[in-house]
């Protein structure tokens, strides 16, 4: 088994490690209190009594009572309960995680656009508000980009669209729904605040054990069960209730609730010092001009080229999860940069865990706009509890190494492989990418600290800088 402390974690948004204070407080019902919840005799009381209060107790950090919640195996199995809602149309943010997109797909849907920095366009949502739609999935904070997105504005529009349906006698109920995993550790949530009706929690994701989340379910929706059998949950999700990770959950929940504003704070230092790292990364590009001009430093009349690459973030930092950093490094192999990194000892993903585990494309990042090769150039870094602002700064020097040396590998191809003259065609950035990692394996861990200004002199008469 892999040990945690060979290795700095960042992929929080991934998974999150549980703790020793969790796990103490779900031993007992391994063992000696494993009695089924809905059994009649006192033993079997006394477990229903503890998760019945472990509900309530993961209900108040949300600002609900036990009763309004339904506990499924997840956040995906919450999702999909939620969407029982759905009678007629949905509106989806276009860069919302895969089980909404998926839920959302197997009925009528529009997908509702979003900025460049992933906050959802409100004057799309407005127009897509038809008298046919009467479900609305938003997401409180994105998976990939962590961009928080306007909640309470979308609750006060989707209130003047009931007012005004009941003003002309149009009867079509509108329910909103978010997807709240990713925010628990970091937000103070509220459901009345908010506004919302329904309410995704994830446990895996807050510190809880996997396998376990819960849907928060406003008094007036009407949902319909998609697990049948002993009626439990209300008749909604059918099943012996997972007790010891229902402990778990609430465990974790009320540590993060109130070590919130902490792990905010503790976040927002680490992240500022990655980011200022990456951000100091500067790369001369290559020269895209195939005419030669004076360089009045150079005082000759080979080409020389001035542009540089740096480092994109994505996503607007003041919308954004403190323990996010998602970012593009242009014309970069990501997913090769992820395992060169893993073999220093650094785990970082090129984003959604299940998405990257397909090779697909990101969809979010392509509902933002950026091209092929830029998603093909991206990551996501996400803080969390492991980290320390020690690790911090050693993975930053350690990423900015691998992304030296990954532009300098890609600059070194095309000198070897693919030259560069006046009549020769020019392979795109994501072109001279792919050709590099077909012609080159990752380095051994700790090897790969050559700098582009070390290619360049000893290519200098060759070589475009």
Excluded: W
Aim: glycine share 8%.
């Amino acid at each position: 088994m892999p040990e945690l402390s060979k290795y700095i974690y960042l992929d929080h948004a991934a998974a999150t490690p549980v703790s020793d204070a969790v796990v103490r407080a779900m031993l007992p019902y391994f063992t000696q209190d494993f009695f089924n919840p809905s059994a009649p005799y006192r033993p079997a009381r006394q477990v229903r009594a503890a998760y019945e209060a472990a509900k309530d107790r993961l209900a108040h950090t949300i600002g609900a009572k036990g009763v309004d919640l339904i506990m499924t195996a997840g956040a995906t199995e919450s999702i999909n309960l939620a969407f029982t809602a759905r009678r007629s149309r949905a509106l989806v943010s276009s860069i919302e995680h895969a089980a909404v997109l998926s839920a959302a797909s197997a009925g009528d849907h529009l997908l509702v656009k979003v900025k460049p920095s992933g906050v959802i366009c409100l004057d799309d949502l407005r127009n897509k508000l038809s008298d046919e739609v009467d479900f609305v999935s938003i997401s409180l904070a994105n998976n990939e980009l962590g961009t928080i997105q306007p909640l309470a504005e979308i609750s006060r529009i989707l209130r003047e669209v009931r007012q005004d349906r009941l003003a002309r006698g149009v009867t079509t109920p509108l329910t909103f729904h978010t997807d709240a995993s990713q925010a628990l550790s970091l937000i103070d949530i509220n459901v009345a605040r908010l506004g919302v009706d329904l309410l995704t929690l994830n446990a895996a994701k807050c510190g809880g054990p996997k396998g376990i989340g819960a849907l928060y379910v406003s008094h007036h929706v009407q949902l319909q069960p998609i697990t049948l059998g002993g009626g439990q949950e209300r008749g909604l999700r059918s099943g012996t209730e997972n007790v010891p990770a229902a402990i778990g959950f609430a465990a974790a929940a009320e540590h993060a609730k109130s070590h919130s504003a902490s792990h905010r704070k503790h976040c927002q230092t680490m992240s500022q010092i990655l980011r200022q790292a990456i951000g100091g990364i500067k790369i001369p590009a290559p020269n895209r001009n195939p005419e030669p001009y004076t360089s009045i430093i150079a005082h000759n009349t080979e080409k020389v080229n001035t542009e540089i690459i740096s480092p994109r973030f994505l996503g607007d930092l003041k919308h954004q999860l403190s323990s996010f950093i998602p970012v593009c490094f242009p014309g970069i192999d990501a997913e090769r940069l992820v395992y060169r990194l893993a073999n220093r000892g650094i785990l970082v993903s090129t984003g959604a865990a299940c998405a990257a585990n397909k090779g697909s494309k990101s969809h979010v990042l392509a509902a933002i706009g950026l091209s092929d090769s830029e998603i093909a150039g991206s990551l996501r870094l996400s803080l969390g509890s492991t980290n320390t602002v020690e690790q911090i700064h050693q993975a930053a020097q350690i990423l900015r190494e691998e992304v030296e040396h990954e532009y300098a590998r890609i600059r070194g191809a095309q000198h070897q492989k693919l030259p560069l003259s006046r009549n020769s065609s020019r392979p795109t950035g994501s072109e001279r990418s792919d050709q590099a990692a077909c012609n080159d394996r990752p380095a051994r861990a700790g090897s790969g600290k050559t700098a582009v200004s070390d290619v360049a002199s000893s290519n200098s008469g060759n070589i475009y800088v």
